[in-house]
């Protein structure tokens, strides 16, 4: 069977569409074959000359040399980065409130033979008396014991909850918490053995300074209980909010704070011995 091949389109040109960044022309040039002798349309192949734009969501937009526009949205934030901003911070915040929540239980409540938290109210106790040792302890020694709870407390959370946002803020907030004993640590340092950038952070208010916690350390012995930015401090203190709170307890509970008692020598430093004295502002 011989077969003639006609173009219907007179040339292999193909029509220009000019195109736009948004838009990915695909040119279809295709050609019409039919044999010598007409057939039935059953047996006719007809391919029909075509041209068609279509639009692709996906190609991405083919940037222009030289640098964006000031308008360009590529420098904008979404509400997706404003999210993750936000709940970083609100996870930095909520970190340095847990720390003042859980060293105002321990410093008041409980003792020794207390379940779970003996150990602490007694390792507490023993920071009253012996705060510079704090200094002493090395990194991993100061920090074992909350990198232990926080992976238990946070790799269930990153396990059930896909939610980028969500665990951006649980990171952060566990991770302030975490090296909270870090940061207590440096706020027992003197200023000329620290690190500058602690030295800096802490000047900034970024990290519990010097002279807000050693104020913890002075009587009445009832404030200052945060240990990460101190941030919450001020104003927990200056409305009474946590003797409120005791209040409640006592009333509910018949539970006495220890910070309602003359200090005792659970609270009061006593003088390093070992070490010329050390002053901390
Ligand atoms: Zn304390
Ligand atoms: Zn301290």
């Known amino acids: 069977m011989s077969i003639l091949h006609q173009h219907r389109c007179p040339s292999r040109s193909l029509t220009h569409v000019p195109a736009s960044p948004r838009q990915s022309p695909v040119a279809l040039l295709t050609c019409s074959a039919t044999t010598t002798k007409p057939r039935s349309s059953r047996d006719q192949l007809v391919i029909e000359p075509r041209l068609e734009t279509k639009l692709d969501p996906i190609t991405p937009v083919i940037p222009t040399a030289g640098p964006p526009l000031p308008n360009d949205p590529s420098l904008q934030s979404t509400w ?26 321990i410093d008041n409540y409980g003792d020794s033979s207390t379940p779970v938290f003996g150990s602490q109210i007694e390792g507490f106790q023993g920071h009253h008396k012996w705060p510079w040792t704090i200094t002493r302890r090395q990194f991993a020694n100061n920090l074992h014991a909350l990198a232990r709870s926080i992976t238990f407390t946070v790799l269930p959370i990153d396990i059930l909850c896909n939610d980028p946002v969500i665990q951006g803020f649980v990171t952060m907030c566990a991770g302030c918490i975490m090296f909270s004993q870090q940061f207590h640590a440096w706020s027992h340092g003197t200023k000329s053995k620290l690190p500058p950038f602690v030295v800096a952070l802490q000047d900034a208010g970024v990290l519990v300074s010097r002279t807000q916690h050693s104020a913890h350390h002075r009587p009445p012995y009832n404030g200052n209980y945060c240990i990460v930015s101190g941030v919450c401090n001020e104003f927990l203190d200056k409305n009474k909010v946590f003797e409120a709170l005791e209040m409640i307890i006592f009333f509910k ?29």
């Open 80 to 105: 997706s980065h404003r999210a993750w901003v936000a709940s970083g911070y609100a996870g930095y915040i909520l970190a340095d409130l847990l720390s003042r929540v859980y060293h105002w239980g």
């Open 253 to 281: 509970l018949g539970v006495r704070p220890r910070s309602w008692s003359e200090p005792g020598t659970e609270w009061i430093e006593e003088t390093d011995e070992t070490q010329p004295q050390v002053t901390v502002y």
